[in-house]
């Protein structure tokens, strides 16, 4: 889970995934930004495709998506996270 070691530009488009190898289904997906839950908003959505991959995508990239993503799945065992940081140039 990654955005990549480059520093993106404003209005740049961003996209992130998040998968689980192992577990049990059914898993749930939360994003957040600095500890905050993310929410889907206009330009900026989170969508699960299938049972274990979740996306993030940011239609135009803006100083206010800047910082520490991360990425937690559960289900009825528990939960894991991986974060990754978006720099952005601005």
């Known amino acids: 889970m990654s955005f990549g070691n480059e520093i993106v530009n ?3 488009y961003g996209m992130i995934t ?10 749930s997906f939360t ?3 600095h500890g905050d839950v993310i929410h889907t908003e206009p330009g900026l959505n989170t969508n ?5 991959v979740s996306m993030l995508t940011i239609d135009s990239i803006g100083h206010r ?5 991360t990425c937690t799945v559960s289900n009825q065992a528990g ?3 991986k974060s990754t940081e978006l720099k952005v140039n601005g």
Do not use: K
Request: net charge negative; aromatic share 10%.
């Open 79 to 81: 939960q894991s996270s």
């Open 10 to 12: 404003e209005g740049d």
């Open 65 to 69: 998506h800047s910082g520490q993503y």
């Open 18 to 27: 998040c998968s689980i190898i192992r577990g049990d289904p059914p898993f």
């Open 48 to 52: 699960q495709i299938g049972g274990r």
């Open 31 to 33: 994003w957040s930004l």
